[in-house]
């Protein structure tokens, strides 16, 4: 595993981040393994998801520490993938970004590609994952990595 992850965050994630004060998706912003990314189509969705002017003000507060990636057009998605429209700009950026991963609470859409390795047009490989199963990897990696170097 690289010393840091490139991470693309639906979303979604950026929603459920927002939600509440000490939501345990902060880890995407204060794990310093992790490079936190996303897009501008991304934030806006968000946005427009966002109930109340608490929730916007936390959203200001991640977008500040998330590196904001273009968004791209719709053709850098392999030919192999069909996603609804709404989909498609999300993984389209995280590809365009070179991002290790895409995580995502979609798990209707993006469930056949789960923890299936894409390799994108730049000759890389981004694995989508659910955030759970995500953070709880990064916790039993780096945990483990930790331990070995106290011995």
């Known amino acids: 595993m690289p010393d840091r992850l490139h991470v693309f965050l639906d979303s979604n994630i950026l929603f459920s981040a927002t939600y509440k004060q000490n939501h345990d998706f902060l880890r995407f912003w204060n794990t310093p393994e992790i490079i936190a990314m996303t897009s501008p189509y991304a934030v806006r969705e ?3 998801n966002c109930n109340s002017e608490v ?3 936390r959203l200001d507060i991640l ?3 998330t590196i904001i990636v273009s968004d791209a057009a719709p053709d850098i998605v392999p030919s192999g993938i069909h ?3 709404k989909d498609i700009p999300i ?3 995280a590809i365009y970004a070179s991002a290790d991963l895409l995580i995502t609470g979609d798990k209707v859409h993006f469930s056949r590609w789960m923890n299936q390795p894409i390799k994108t047009h730049h000759g890389n490989l981004l694995i989508i994952m659910r955030p759970r199963p995500f953070l709880d990897w990064l916790r ?3 945990g483990s990595r930790q331990n070995s ?3």
Do not use: G, H, V, Y
């Open 140 to 142: 039993d990696d780096f």
């Open 55 to 57: 929730q916007l003000q």
């Open 46 to 48: 968000t946005r427009r």
């Open 91 to 93: 993984l389209a950026s």
């Open 149 to 151: 170097t106290m011995l």
């Open 63 to 65: 977008i500040e520490k």
């Open 83 to 85: 996603l609804p429209a």
